[in-house]
C-alpha cells in the first residue's frame, strides 16, 4: 500500500475561510516532504516543502507543519481563494525506497464562493 | 519561463499505433522522471535517468521506453498504446535523488 496518505479525499472551503489539509505518513524514516497542487488538467505545482529537522515552516499564504512523533503532515492555506481550489498532494522522499517519491491519494479542495 | 516542457500537451493516437511524448527542460538538472497518472489517482512513476543511468520501475510494462538523447530531453515511447493506457503523462525533473521535484503541464494521451 502507499506509505503517504491523506485523511480526506474532498474538503469543501468558505472563500475566505483557512483551510487544512491533512496527510499521515508511515516510513519514519522519511525526511523530506512535499505539497503539490494539482489543477485540472495541468501537472502537479510545487507548493511548499519541509525537511524532518523542521516542523513547520511558512510561504505565502501557506503553512506546513509536521509532527513526526505520530507522523503527520499538514498543509494550511490562509484566506482560501477561488484560485486555491485544486487536488492537493502530499508527497513523501523515501530513503528506504532509493529516495523515489510516494504520493498520498490526494485532496480535492472545493472553494464556495 | 517553463522550466519542464512538455510537447504535445494533448495525444490522440490508435489503438497499436506507437507514438512519442517529449519532455525537455531548462533546469539543467541531472534527474528526469516520467510518470503516468490516471484520473482520480496520484501519479506512477514508470522510470526515471539519473544523466543517462537508466532505472525502471519493476511494474512498468514492456510497452513503455524512454531515451535521453541529452541533459534536456527525454522521450516516451509507447509502442503498442493499448485502451488502457490513455491518461496523463507527466515528466518531471530534480537536481537530485533528495530534492524538489518539478513537473511539466503533462501530456494528455487518449486511444482509440
Known amino acids: 500500500g502507499e506509505s503517504v496518505g491523506l485523511h480526506l479525499p474532498t474538503l469543501s472551503v468558505q472563500e475566505g475561510d483557512n483551510s487544512i489539509i491533512n496527510c499521515a505518513y508511515s516510513?519514519?524514516?522519511?525526511?523530506?516532504f512535499i505539497w503539490y497542487k494539482q489543477e485540472s488538467g495541468k501537472g502537479p505545482q510545487f507548493i511548499i516543502d519541509?525537511?524532518?529537522?523542521?516542523d513547520k515552516r511558512q510561504g505565502q499564504r501557506v503553512t506546513v507543519l509536521l509532527n513526526k512523533t505520530v507522523k503527520h503532515l499538514s498543509l494550511q492555506i490562509a484566506a482560501t481563494q477561488p484560485g486555491d481550489s485544486a487536488v492537493y498532494f502530499c508527497?513523501?522522499?523515501?530513503?528506504?525506497?532509493?529516495?523515489?517519491?510516494?504520493f498520498g491519494a490526494g485532496t480535492t479542495v472545493t472553494v464556495r464562493a | 519561463d517553463a522550466m519542464v516542457i512538455q510537447n504535445p500537451r494533448y495525444q490522440v493516437t490508435q489503438f497499436g499505433k506507437p507514438v512519442t511524448l517529449s519532455c525537455s527542460q531548462t533546469?539543467?538538472?541531472?534527474?528526469m522522471y516520467w510518470y503516468q497518472q490516471k484520473s482520480s489517482q496520484a501519479p506512477k512513476l514508470l522510470f526515471h535517468?539519473?544523466?543517462?543511468?537508466?532505472?525502471n520501475e519493476a511494474d512498468t510494462p514492456d510497452n513503455f521506453q524512454s531515451r535521453r538523447p541529452n541533459t534536456s530531453f527525454c522521450f516516451l515511447d509507447i509502442r503498442s498504446p493499448g485502451l488502457g493506457d490513455a491518461a496523463m503523462y507527466l515528466c518531471?525533473?530534480?537536481?537530485?535523488?533528495?530534492?524538489?521535484?518539478?513537473f511539466g503541464p503533462g501530456t494528455r494521451l487518449t486511444v482509440l
Open positions: 518531471a525533473t530534480s537536481s537530485s535523488f533528495t530534492d524538489t521535484q518539478y
Open positions: 516510513n519514519s524514516a522519511s525526511d523530506y
Open positions: 519541509i525537511r524532518s529537522n523542521m
Open positions: 508527497a513523501e522522499n523515501n530513503p528506504s525506497n532509493d529516495y523515489k517519491l510516494s
Open positions: 533546469l539543467n538538472h541531472n534527474v
Open positions: 535517468y539519473y544523466d543517462k543511468d537508466f532505472n
